[in-house]
């Protein structure tokens, strides 16, 4: 049985960094690809990053490209998620979603392309 569980959340002043881990145990393989996902207050949910390690490309929205990166831990079976330059905009749950194979298409924005998603962590940005 598969369990992903973030951590690595909390309160930060705007300006500051936070860094992410999402942990899969149960995964035979390993972590092929990863996406973080979003969520506000009020909003829906949304993509943040994602990579597949196959061709090592990451994928970004707009609103994080040059402040967020995505790394593996392979041995440890743990995805990081970097955010730099945090703003109040940033405030969100942060979901981790994995899967043991690389993207089929480029689907990493499509929330049915992950096979295991982690309960979220809070992130909290303050002015």
């Known amino acids: 049985q598969v369990q992903v569980v973030e951590s690595g959340g909390g309160l930060v002043q705007a300006g500051g960094s936070l860094r992410l881990a999402c942990t899969a145990s149960?995964?035979?393989?390993?972590?092929?690809?990863a996406g973080w996902f979003r969520q506000a207050p009020g909003k829906e949910r949304e993509f943040v990053i994602a990579k597949d390690w196959s061709g090592g490309y990451t994928y970004y929205a707009n609103s994080v490209k040059g402040r967020f990166t995505i790394t593996r831990d392979n041995a440890r079976n743990t995805v990081y998620l970097q955010m730099n330059n945090l703003k109040p905009e940033d405030t969100a749950i942060y979901y981790c979603a994995v899967r043991p194979s690389y993207f089929s298409s480029s689907n990493y924005k499509n929330e049915g392309a992950y096979d295991y998603w982690g309960q979220g962590t809070q992130v909290t940005v303050s002015s």
């Open positions: 149960g995964l035979t393989f390993g972590i092929y690809a």
